[in-house]
């Protein structure tokens, strides 16, 4: 064969190569069907009875309200089918975090273990009410799996509340990996309890925040007395908002920032009165580290061993 022949021969096989893109796989495809906009709307947060004792009324004036916005892109809500567990749809909030991987997101450990049992449990990185899966500004990310600290107990007060964090592993979609596609947040070992931090949810239930906007609130954190988490406070942090980043220094041209917390601890992130200004978050330490080096070495949980907690 000639040479000329044989690059133009070159020349067909490499525009047919570029031009056949990625393609979609069944899994992926099959939660885009599953996952209609309608299905997604109609999702109840993990955390309902956050503030239904108070949903009538407003944080005090003297209160910091938190604002709605466009979201980022790597933030996002968790849906997952909860028939299997006797239940509706649910939603919960998450955030990409930077690994070698690139297919991590950090939640709640009270939003992770209804996820580990159910079924259909997808990420939708800054999710856009009334859109369909396929619509969304990121696509839809199929859950593979789910890392939680084996000592942690859902939504308690007890100690090992400090231990309400978790790393869900995504699969690809049809436009790459999870951090490929978003960008994403670096988790980090805080220093100390108090920070000036971004707390970013998606808070959603009856009678509030019907488009199910993200939320966002610039605050200075606090220490939860008596417990390894922090505090903040502002206004309209209902339902969902569990497992919501707490993000600092965050630039928005490169896509990056650091993760301190997620929204979750004591009584699942929330007082005693559930009341939506007053919000918790682990402080990642020790514990934190060693599950997020467990999900990105993609450990079993025949392989995951605490010993007991103590701070």
Partial sequence: MSSHRMSLLALILCAGALGAGPSQDPADEAEEEY????????????????????????APP???????????????????????LGGRATSCTGSVVHSGTRDLVLTAGHCAKGLKRATHGVFVPQYRHGASADDQPGGVFEVQRVFVDPRYEQNTKKPVSDL?????????????????????LTFTRASGYRHNATVIGYPSGEGVNKKHQALRCDVATQRLT??????????GFYGGVS????????????????????????????????????????????????????????????????????R
């Fill in 35 to 58: 996952w209609t906009a309608e299905r997604m709307a109609d999702a109840v947060p993990v955390d309902s009875a956050r503030g239904a004792s108070r949903m009538w009324a407003a």
């Fill in 62 to 84: 003297t209160v910091r309200k938190g604002e709605y916005f466009d979201g980022l892109p790597m933030v996002g809500t968790f849906f997952y089918d909860g028939k299997p």
């Fill in 164 to 184: 309400d964090f978790a790393f869900v592993r995504l699969a690809p979609n049809v436009r790459g990996r999870p951090e490929d596609v978003t960008g994403s």
């Fill in 226 to 235: 008596g417990f390894r988490q922090m505090r903040m406070t502002c206004g």
């Fill in 243 to 310: 497992g919501g980043p707490w993000i600092t220094d965050y630039d928005p041209a490169t896509r990056t920032g650091k993760v301190i917390g997620n929204t979750g601890g004591y009584n699942g992130g929330g007082n005693d009165e559930n009341v939506d200004w007053i919000t918790y978050s682990p402080l990642y330490a020790k514990d934190a580290q060693a599950l997020y080096d467990d999900a990105v070495a993609g450990r079993s949980d025949a392989d995951i061993k605490r010993p007991p907690y103590r």
